[in-house]
């Protein structure tokens, strides 16, 4: 009995000494608090925390009160202030640069400097405090992402809400048969309808995560950086062995993680379901920003085969695929967005267009793939400024103003990559 005491107690200090050092190291890991079970959303990260990410770039990531990549945020706008939120996945979330480094604070950054003027009741132009709000998560859906706004968004009384919308995984996670995740709330089509399906709720896994034990776990983990240290190195063994797997049967990856199938026109059901229940979750989007007096903006981000440097890249993807190019989804969407009347920018042509006049790529990093995966910190730049432009264009018409000069120059065209 006095041994196993006295080999509790080294085990104990042998932790706390560990747990001294990786905190003296400033080790920790976002991806190990990044998914905390939430009975509206799925998932969203842990609260107050500030953890590194460091497998695709590197940054430090700091989550607010209510578990989002960002500030704190009054909930009363203050007077003068031009609230924008902004909505997405992992390109708005960015958890690979720094804060400021992001696009939408690139864009709040812009509009600050006075990019575009905002006119007041009686017709005076006048520069506002601009306040950018992110509710974007790594791995959210178009359905998150609108859950996001319903559930959240709306009591900001925004001005401006931005829909960013990832032309590589967003079709398929809007499809519960294409995408299988188990934490994920799913909106489907009942007639011309949304209607929700929360069946994750009963799924295993949330189950768990809510359950004592699995609360503990989570708890234990958010805290304690050995616990974090043992996850990190669990997914490094997962990732490893995801590089290696085999395609699932009837899907060709051409880029890492983007079904080839988004190229093309839909000829399967559940592809027909994905891009109808998208193009429904757009309409909807529109319609419930505008109700909340808003005015939406869906800001189209595209993969890295896209907006490859060298032009040889995206048509050499077409003709292994057998598609005249790459520009089928950005086509379809842009029409939608139209359709209901849905401001929207055109990243793939503004970033392809740039990033083929500078020669370098604007996503990946020295640490993943250059050229495919995330945008980098030059991408950021790119997207934030367009975005800006864009946004000022969107406010200048709905105050029936001729958009500036600056703002005319921006990539919500219909042209076509």
Known sequence: MYSLALTLIAVLIAMLLGEASLRLLGQSYY????????????WRPAPAISAWQRF???????TNALGFRDVEHALSKAPGTLRIVVLGDSFTEAVQVPLEQTWWRVMQSSLHNGVCAVSAPDGRPVQAR?????????????AQALLAWRNIGFRFEPDAVVLAFFLGND???????LDH????????????RLVLDDGFLSSPEYRFKTSLFGRIIDGL?????IAQTVVQAWHAIRINAHAHREVPAGRRWLEPGVDDALYREPDTEDWRRAWSVTEAMLAAFAA?????????LLFVAGTGAQVHPNPKVPATFAARLGVPDLGYPVRRL?????????PAINMPVVMATEAERRGTPLHGFDNSIVGFGHWNADGHRVAGQAAADALCQTIALHQGRQPSAEAQGTGTSMARP
Not at 171 to 177: D, F, H, T
């Open 221 to 225: 983990v958010v805290h304690a950086r």
């Open 288 to 296: 419930e920003v505008r109700e909340a007096g808003a005015q939406p």
């Open 31 to 42: 991806w190990a608090v990044a998914r905390q079970p939430d009975p509206q959303l799925g």
């Open 130 to 142: 601009v306040e950018v709000l992110n509710l974007a998560v790594s791995g959210y859906s178009t």
């Open 56 to 62: 695709e770039g590197e940054a430090l990531v700091e």
């Open 181 to 192: 995740e188990p934490l994920r709330p799913y909106l489907t089509l009942d007639g011309p």
């Open 171 to 177: 079709l398929i996670e809007n499809a519960k048969a």
């Open 334 to 342: 842009l029409q939608a967005a139209s359709e209901q009347d849905l």
